[in-house]
């Protein structure tokens, strides 16, 4: 079968269960909404899901299996068609959906303990069809058994608002009466209550209408439970054994009705105790992990300071005032834009310079093994990935990383071949290296970088050639705009969704633009400049994911192309560039929404073109 396929093509009879998609952005709607779906290209098996059918859950962000959940409706389109929309405006690109219920809360399963099971799915290393046959699916509800998650340990116990399943209570029973058989079953279902064994005839046919009890409590609740089903059973038996005393007629209908109300009741009452303690406990939980994000950020911003103190300021020498003032100033790396390489008019550049725009002000840091232009930037873990580029018309596969807390260089495996001038982003803990070119070919293919191979490894290619493009993630989605094919400068734009595992045409731009810039500023792309075929423009251009729509924006001072750009405290900042021929522009330009462009003259970095930009924010 063909990797490129997005599913197996089981027919209704094969398919045993389906496994979802989801990451930490949408697993807490999934779960809260009841409510699993995939992109439309799914629909061809997801169509075939029936009520009861065994589903799963595999989150991207830790590549963990969940469950065990079950189909609650059959699989149709749209069921909420604004599902996973940031505010309702749009509709869903997840509309092959189903609802569902949970039928046993396990421990999460990490990817190396069912990938055995599911091997054959496996159309890429990290890549699997979604369909289950049957065998796939009783293997992996025995493994997730094995591990049920009694303590209610589990992250999903508390976001899960959990269906309730039917179970009818036995009839009360006269003490003395019950016999090994009743015995045993009050031993092994401790919410059953007493059986009315009496004179079967002269109790009405079914006097217990079926009471929802949610089987996935907790062992407070259970405890609770326990204690409600015992006081209940135990008043039963006082009455009935009254009325063995007084030899009146047994369980009538009423009382029956009775017995059932309060368990009804305590049910209910330990129901809604629990969803309080469980919302209280998810929003708990939350916070927490937000607590921990902010103190290793601030952890990262102390070791970043103590790193980047110790360099030489350059700074802007106008006044002995101004001097004075930028002496004693330690630039904040998480307000400063780290600036790579490039090309000044007389040499091509290896340095490494944190720059901030705030002051004008500069510091030099470790510079790269080689010099290099052209290049691009990524970060991991942590780390700054430079790759690609070259010096000149020389190019390069090397890669390199930067860590900024120690100001150190390590080398890095290398691209799958020389290129450069290519776009470059980071999605679920992998680079990806999109297209670019080698001087004489253009290029279409994406190449992905996995840590745990070492190595770089092709993955889905682009729908067309783009050498001098501009690549960006935004919400877990890439985003490839414009560049140059081998005949003509192209304004069409793609992005790759990693769920459908595919390259997809976007709204394309209103003009053809190459060796520009694009960033993201409050939720939207930013095109900047770049050359459209008969030289560089000063023009912009948003692109609003949700409308994919693109809109002229406010035009830049100058027109340049080759220059670097990147977001800073809410304020897009456009850096040094080529305006045209051997013109290398000096000067910064500064933009913030409902605001216009403003231009200065760097006196710190000087001009400068080639050159690639990362923040750390």
Known sequence: MSSTSSHRNLNKNQLGGVIFGCNNNTMHECISKQLFGLPAQHYSYVK????????FLFNYSDRKLHGIFEAASSGRMNIDPYGWTTDGSQKTIYPAQVLIRVRLLCHPLPEERFKSI????????NHFWFELDHAQTSKLLTL??????????SLLTNKVKTRTVYKPLSLPGRRGDEGSENKSRYQSDPMSAASCLDDKNKCPENPLEPNKLDLHHSTK??????????????????????EENNDESPCTSSRCQSIIDQLVQGMEELKAFKN?????????????????EQIQQLKDRCALLESVSSFPLEVSKDTNSENEILDDLVLDPTKSI??????????????LDLYSPLHDASKSLRPMSNVRSYTSTARLNGEFYVFGGGEGNLWYDSVESYNPATDQWSFRPSLT?????????TLDGKIFAIGGGNGS???SEVEMLDLDLGRWIPTRSMLQKRFALAAVEHNGVLYATGGFDGSDYLKSAERFDPRGHSWAKIASMKITRGCHSLVVLNEKLYALGGFDGNGMVASTEIYDPRMDQWVNGEEMKKSRGYSAAAVVDGCIYVIGGVKSGDNILDTVERFKEEDTWQETITKTIGKRCFLSAFVLS
Do not use: H
């Not at 997730?144 to 340990?153: A, K, N, P, W």
């Open 48 to 55: 075939n899901i029936d009520p009861g059918m065994p589903l």
């Open 118 to 125: 599911i091997i054959d799915n496996y159309y890429y290393r």
């Open 144 to 153: 997730l058994t094995s591990s049920v998650d009694v303590s209610g340990s």
């Open 221 to 242: 609740d259970s405890s609770m439970l326990n204690d409600v089903c015992l006081e209940v059973k135990g008043s039963t038996k006082e009455q009935i054994g009254s």
């Open 276 to 292: 309080e303690q469980s919302t209280k406990m998810f929003f708990l939980e939350e916070t927490l992990v937000k607590a921990e």
């Open 338 to 351: 780290y600036l790579v390489g490039g090309y000044d008019g007389e040499s091509w550049l290896s340095a």
């Open 417 to 425: 071949g020389k290129k450069g001038s290519l776009g470059s982003a």
């Open 441 to 443: 070919e253009c290029f």
